[in-house]
């Protein structure tokens, strides 16, 4: 019976993970594949509970701060706000996937423009001590090699 729960409950991880990814069915051919397939799901699983496990740590230390306040109309206020902010790992990355960064260039160098995310996304991101990223971000020009001249190089050796 263990073994029948335990193989329902990897089934729900494996159906939320699908649906947190947004994938649909994939179809892989060899091990190898398939193996790196399910590594990148269950590390995604893992990336969204650990989100939830510190979101819902900082969530329970303001609801015991809130407990602590004796005037009970001002309690029940800051209760009800902290309860509209009750959010599940899913959640929290929904709402960081509405973040976009845009790719520009500027005298021949490229770096990223970071907007500033949504009030909820911030709060989110405090709430779970993640500091905000700069607004720009420079990326590092690497050397490329030019795939045509690699593929004239072999067939010159050939």
Known sequence: MLSYKTLMNIERAFREIKNFLEVGLLYHWNEKRVRGHIFVCVLAYLFEQELQVLYRRQWQKEADKIQQISDEDERNKKQEDLDSRWYTGERIVKELARWHVQKAEFLDK???????????AQRMLADIAIPLPSKIIHLVNRLVPNLMSITNLVKSRG
């Open 110 to 120: 490229e770096f990223l423009s970071v907007p500033p995310p949504t009030p909820r």
